[in-house]
């Protein structure tokens, strides 16, 4: 079965994000341990940590380069993959 979820939510930043993302869910779904989830959490988090590093060399690299346009935009991208990154941290802060 699939589905698309919406929902909005504020920030601190003061900006809203509206955006849909599909969820299937098939069959049964076990859970993982509380190690294992812990684990993939900070894999991940250090994961998206290194392609924002990445994404901020390309920033100065286009910035450098005159490509001001594509570098606001990958700017922004930024901002999202830090606020992704906030979101992942206090997470596994729960955990």
Do not use: C, F, W
Request: aromatic share 4%.
């Amino acid at each position: 079965m699939s589905d698309i979820e919406t929902h909005e939510h504020t920030h601190d930043h003061g900006h809203p994000h509206d955006h849909e993302h599909p969820h299937e869910h098939g069959g049964e779904h076990k859970p993982q341990s509380a190690d294992e989830n812990i684990a993939l959490l900070k894999y991940m988090l250090e994961h998206n940590r290194h392609h924002g590093e990445d994404l901020h060399e390309l920033y100065h690299s286009l910035e450098a380069a005159g490509n001001s346009e594509a570098a606001a935009l990958v700017s922004e991208a930024l901002h999202y993959y830090d606020h992704g990154n906030e979101k992942l941290a206090d997470a596994l802060k729960l955990l």
